[in-house]
């Protein structure tokens, strides 16, 4: 009974565990995933920009740009990690990047669970894992 009990309460855990995301399981992580996508540390839906071309280490969004889409911001100690990389914006401030796309909030999301962003302009979309 008990080798049973041990099996049944094994294969739940494992279930429950098919639902996390590769970001989910890594603690210092600068994103997790909620509802398919990406959000920052503040709870808010991350975005990407297609007018960025992933892998080059820029973001092209500044100045008005970065008004409404602010970047989510690396702290000076961060260090790439797994699909995560960081570019150095215009002014010289650093980004974190996914699998090579810098990620932006939208000023116009106001709470956790918001993707009023995607799609606007056919050039943002939600960024997802």
């Not at 690396?74 to 797994?82: I, Q, S, V």
């Not at 116009?108 to 302009?121: I, L, M, R, Y």
């Amino acid at each position: 009974m008990k080798l049973l009990s041990a099996s049944i309460l094994a294969a739940a855990l494992l279930a429950g565990c098919g639902g996390m995301s590769r970001t989910a399981s890594m603690p210092d992580a600068p994103t997790r995933t909620a509802d398919g996508v990406l959000i920052g540390p503040t709870g808010m839906t991350l975005y990407t920009f297609d007018r960025d071309a992933a892998g080059s280490g820029k973001s092209t969004c500044n100045g008005p740009c970065a008004t409404n889409w602010p970047p989510l911001m690396a702290a000076d100690a961060a260090k790439p990690m797994g699909a995560y990389t960081i570019v150095v914006r215009d002014d010289g401030k650093r980004q974190w990047a996914y699998k090579g796309w810098p990620l932006y909030y939208w000023a116009k999301d106001t709470k956790a669970g918001d993707k009023t962003g995607d799609g606007v302009n056919n050039v943002w979309k939600v960024a997802r894992p």
